[in-house]
């Protein structure tokens, strides 16, 4: 048994230690959803076929319809004349309904939902228990219960705990269901900021780990940066586009609550706590996190968060400047801002897609130009 | 035996029994019976609904007597069923214990679904949906959730029930009168003794019946205040 435990460890510990894209490969999954719901103002109007891989954030105002989706997909709630397909499976279809308990989705909710006559350790194994004898067990308790780290509270009742320390354990009961697929229904909705960032680092951990697809709801713009791989942009109970999470960036329609891009960069080294960083021949530097370990300094992915309002264009390479990141990008479109006399300017970065926020002014004195090649000086990043 | 005891007539002792009987089959049928009603009562949105739970609330208000007299007619031997009955060469029902259990099912109906409609509404929704997402059946729910969730309201539907159905006059005397071990209950005995002016011996089942319903009203209510304050952890 104890063999068996250290095995565990060590085996999830190199899980962990992986860099994002050099886990395991993750399992791709096609979700097809038809879907047609009118509820006095409220409408939903779904035909979709979503690609599922790594997180997908389902993301749009409050009362766009993301949690009936959810719902839906789940099973919880039952419509009539919907179509919901996981890859060949259909799960709805005509008359044909499989029951919640036999679709194999682990589902986190956005309050505390764990089952209070039972202690968080009979929580964590109660979807286990119940597995059909045929599923294969892919994670096992010890393993979540490390991945999540959740061994201090195993003994406790539910109502001792605080909200984020409930969502870990919510989770990892959720993924010792040996779920095809995760859905978690804004999540971090009902917690404050602390808890927050007790819970973020998890939810990364386990799609590093476990390559289970998860569908997460969400309002806010910052959680999906900080997670996302993909965004299904919905609004008004309809999905109005789907893709990869820095090129969804784009869209006009996040703009409002503040535009902004993703970069990933591979980092090759840390110099003077610099981080060094290479977007593909480009290079950036910036301060390292404190915790990083300069002596055992081992490379990976990061994702570089870049407010549209933090870039500046130039026509030429700066040199008198402070700003030391400094690439060098060309345009491929100019988009409407929120703000009559701002434009934001669509640049590539190597395939990379990256805005930045201008007066349309500053547009017009620097004649710029689809296909024209500037500078873009980056004054701000928030690693991830 | 002490002296309280020794005294009971043996036509005492023929209705104490009969009355637990009564007590206990109608609470374990009611049980049965009303955790279904109460489970749809706290779910539904229908039109129905508001009907069903009047219904369900008439044996409060109603004289126990007007239940008892349509009982009687619907049961008795020209009445729908009791004429049925007999046609299928079975006896009516008015004056058995079948009768009389029957009406004391329906009589004490309110008192097993409200604490049940109001535990499952105390539970809510989310429970279940977490178990069926983690795989569990609905009867798997029944006894990994819906159980454990709300022990408290079957408890105190269950003691309820079967305190009201100890108390049970007037349903009992218009249905089923008053026949030693077929519908003599206890507090049918207790109005046939002072009708016969034997004071002491209804003096004793009255103080007996008292005591019983004080102590099992306690432990209700003692058992209330545990619930809610686990429900309020």
Redesign the interface.
Known sequence: MISLLQHAAQHCWQHISQPRQLAAAPECQTLTVQLSLALGEFSLQLNNSLPLNGITALFGRSGCGKTTLLRAIAGLDRHANAQICLNETPWQQGKQFVPVHQRRIGMVFQESSLLPHLSVEQNLLYGFNRLAKQTAVRLQPEQVIRLLELTPLLKLAPQYLSGGQRQRIALGRALLSQPQLLLLDEPLASLDQQSRSEILPFLQRIANTTGIPMLLVSHQLDDVVKLADHLVLMQDGRIISHGPLPQQLMQPQLAASGAMSLLHARSHGCNHHLLQLSVGQQQLQLPAPMHTDTANYSPSVYRLRIQARDIALSLTPLNDSSVSNQLQVSIIGFNTAPHPAETLVQLTLDGQPLQALLTKQSVERLGLQIDQQVYAQIKAVALE | MPEFLTILSSQDWQAIQLTLKLCLYTTLILLLLGTPLAWWLSLSHSKLRTAIQAIVALPLVLPPTVLGFYLLLLLGPHGAIGSTLEQLGLNHLAFSFSGILIGSVIYSLPFTVQPLVESFRRMGP??L?????????KL?QLF??IL??CRGGFIVAATLTFAHTLGEFGVILMLGGSIPGETQVLSVLIYDHTEAMNYAQAHQLSLGLLITAFAVLFIVYGLNRRFEREAI?
């Open positions: 989310r429970p949906e977490v178990a069926a997402t983690l795989g569990a059946s798997d990994s959730v454990p969730l952890l």
